[in-house]
């Protein structure tokens, strides 16, 4: 399977929105809604943020949410703050029991 | 408190054989699946492996059937991956991964450091 694609930066100034996009294919995203979102900071686990598209674990801010257009998926974080500035990663089940990760995008607050 | 540690890393030559453990602790271990997730060093994250709570159920990535075996011991809360036949592209930092809803991971241990090199 192709590693979902991934802008390889944003940025955004505190207080703003800004959005992630993933995308993949007909056979990933565009077919299941089983898209999950993480957050990683350098030499840091990655932190699980949105699961099954659109829902938040126990404990994350609801300023992360998800949401999936055809075949791309994307994180919207609302209200930026100093401390979301990290990597973050989308991954999709890709059928046929298998999982694949995008390349990852590097958030930047300004 | 919920917490994942890995073990078991280190360097191995080409060709060479490594095994991973993954000891966890805070939750009922047998009622979870897991997950072996790689990050290759200044690269993304790549899965690797998925085993059932009962182990029942297994599933590799391409990159690695055939070459790597997931395993767990629930008696011992533990999980493990056995590395066989390593190459040079396994070199990575290994995250075991505590399943979540459907195939996401919510909890992860900090990370065992494998590098293939002669």
Known sequence: QSALTQPASVSGSPGQSITISCTGTSSDVGRYNLVSWYQQYPGKAPKLMIYEGTKWPSGVSNRFSGSKSGNTASLTISGLQPEDEADYYCCSYAGSSTLVFGGGTKLTVL | ?118
């Open chain 2, 1 to 118: 408190e919920v917490q994942l540690e890995e073990s078991g890393g280190g360097l191995v030559q080409p060709g060479g054989s490594l095994r991973l453990s993954c000891a966890v602790s805070g939750f009922i271990f047998s009622s979870y699946s897991m997950n072996w997730v790689r990050q290759a060093p200044g690269k993304g994250l790549e899965w690797v492996s998925y085993i059932s709570g009962s182990s029942s159920t297994i599933y590799y990535a391409d990159s690695v059937k055939g070459r790597f075996t997931i395993s767990r011991d629930n008696a011992k809360n533990s999980l493990y991956l056995q590395m066989n036949s390593l190459r040079a592209e396994d070199t990575a930092v290994y995250y075991c991964a505590r399943g979540f809803g459907s195939w996401a991971s919510d909890i992860w241990g900090q990370g065992t450091v494998v590098t293939v090199s002669s």
